[in-house]
């Protein structure tokens, strides 16, 4: 019971040093505080043995924080880049209306909605709630009841189906 309050005294006099500590690697203190609990299950979930092996405690706890979040980051590299792809995109000029160019954007407009129709309910409303309404993979994971992750697995191919459907097209 002491080993434990000492402990647990050892987080919480650390925790916010360490969420500092993984914020900047994972990108917000959300995902830093997700991060620093995963690092104090896995500390308290190591025997007795494996703990009384631990020269340095806090140390030890800034080491798996750091190895965490960087596995979290590594995670995260897909989705951050495809918003960053997003940006980049509605900054570049609007294109002339040509009436040839609105033709084939309309008939790949049509081609994706097809596609997208195909899709299992669960993968199009990722899609659409990405895609249309803006919203993260994280807010995706929430309103579905799915991982993070999956959510990113379900937009991927989602947008994986689409383009192969234009492919076939011709567009």
């Not at 669960?122 to 990405?130: G, S």
Request: charged share 25%; net charge negative.
């Amino acid at each position: 019971m002491k080993e434990a309050r000492h402990q647990l005294d050892l987080y919480l006099s650390h925790r916010n040093a360490l969420i500092d500590y993984a914020a900047p690697i994972v990108g917000d203190r959300e995902r830093a505080e997700d991060v620093v609990q995963e690092a104090w299950l896995r500390f308290t979930g190591a025997s007795i043995e494996q703990r009384s092996g631990i020269a340095q405690p806090v140390s030890y706890l800034y080491r798996v924080v750091r190895n965490l979040a960087i596995d979290v980051s590594r995670r995260l590299a897909p989705e951050m880049r495809g918003e960053e792809a997003d940006a980049i995109l509605s900054l570049a000029p609007a294109a002339s209306a040509d009436p040839e160019a609105c033709a084939v954007q309309r008939d790949e407009l049509n081609v994706v909605l097809k596609a997208l129709e195909e899709l299992p309910e669960r993968a199009r409303r990722a899609f659409e709630m990405h895609r249309f309404h803006d919203k993260t993979y994280s807010e995706i994971a929430r309103s579905l009841g799915i991982s993070q992750g999956t959510a990113h697995n379900l937009v991927s191919n989602a947008v994986a189906h689409c383009m192969q459907r234009l492919m076939d097209s011709g567009s």
